[in-house]
């Protein structure tokens, strides 16, 4: 007899609709579907999530302003705050680096965080479209 390996018990279908060989919805697995998550929540609106008005939306307000240097910050500890409130289970972030991309008009985002309930790791590498005065 071997050891098993842990398979990650979280999964999601692809946002995208694609459809596999049986003509069903592709579901993503694990790391796929952690980094799916983060990337949609990153791009909701205030109110997007059913039956929980107050999730999500967390980033936005920042993007609708003008990108400056002294909104890393300010970004970062927005970005922090809603992963604490919004995802169950917990994610710890193990790192997250925002910096601006003045010429092309992008906020730069690596995100890394660990779910030890899921035990599942992933980076997220973002380029996030901002307002540049």
Same mark, same amino acid.
């Given at each position: 007899?071997?050891?098993?390996? !842990?398979?990650? =018990?979280? !999964?999601?279908?692809?946002?995208?609709? %694609?459809?596999?060989?049986?003509?069903?919805?592709?579901?993503?697995?694990?790391?796929? %579907?952690?980094?799916?998550?983060?990337?949609?929540?990153? %791009?909701? &609106?205030?109110?997007?999530?059913?039956?929980?008005? %107050?999730?999500?939306?967390?980033?936005?307000?920042?993007?609708?302003?003008?990108?400056?240097? @002294?909104?890393?910050?300010?970004?970062?500890?927005?970005?922090?705050?809603?992963?604490?409130?919004? &995802? +169950?289970?917990?994610?710890?972030?193990?790192?997250?680096?925002?910096?601006? =991309?003045?010429?092309?008009?992008?906020?730069?985002?690596?995100?890394? @965080? !660990?779910?030890?309930?899921?035990?599942?790791? +992933?980076?997220? =590498?973002?380029?996030?479209?901002?307002?540049?005065?």
């Amino acid at each position: 007899m071997g050891i098993k390996q !842990f398979e990650p =018990n979280i !999964f999601d279908y692809d946002y995208t609709g %694609a459809i596999d060989t049986k003509g069903q919805i592709t579901q993503v697995w694990g790391k796929d %579907a952690l980094d799916q998550s983060i990337k949609l929540w990153i %791009a909701s &609106f205030r109110g997007e999530v059913i039956r929980k008005p %107050a999730k999500g939306g967390f980033l936005i307000p920042w993007l609708l302003k003008p990108m400056r240097e @002294v909104s890393i910050e300010d970004i970062e500890m927005t970005i922090k705050d809603g992963i604490d409130q919004d &995802f +169950t289970p917990y994610l710890k972030i193990i790192s997250l680096k925002i910096e601006p =991309n003045y010429e092309k008009r992008y906020w730069d985002m690596r995100l890394k @965080v !660990f779910s030890s309930d899921l035990r599942v790791q +992933t980076t997220v =590498n973002e380029k996030i479209k901002g307002r540049l005065t």
